[in-house]
């Protein structure tokens, strides 16, 4: 098992950034691939951002291609979105996922993650 603590949220303003983080427990953080998603008021919670835990193959939703970074350094056992030039449609809570038995790929569905974080805050205002 892993357990997962995200950090980095706030307030920001539009065209802003922020690096959001997200900090994995147990000695085990390399065997999983990670991800990031995001879920606004009202909505379905969707796919962000994506890691593989080998090679470091990125996976990006189109509105965020450009803008958003992930990466991960396992001996730190943390994984970083970098979140550039924000825009209000940006605004949600960003949650941090994790699975394992994946070495070269990272999946963007929902189901397919089977450990979360419980999330932090990001505003953008206009």
Not at 11 to 40: D, E, I, K, N, P
Not at 48 to 57: P, Q
Not at 91 to 106: H, I, K, M, Q
Request: net charge positive; with cysteine.
């Amino acid at each position: 098992q892993v357990q997962l603590v995200e950090s980095g949220g706030g307030l920001v303003q539009a065209g802003g950034s922020l690096r959001l983080s997200c900090a994995a427990s147990g000695r085990t953080f390399g065997t999983y691939a990670m991800a990031w998603f995001r879920q606004a008021p009202g909505k379905e919670r969707d796919f962000v951002a994506a890691i593989s835990r080998i090679g470091g193959s990125t996976y990006y939703t189109d509105s965020v291609k450009g803008r958003f970074t992930i990466s991960r350094d396992n001996a730190k056992n943390t994984v970083h979105l970098q979140m550039n030039s924000l825009k209000p449609e940006d605004t949600a809570v960003y949650y941090c996922a994790a699975v394992g038995g994946l070495d070269f790929s990272a999946p963007t569905g929902r189901s397919e993650y089977d450990y979360w974080g419980q999330g932090t805050q990001v505003t953008v205002s206009s």
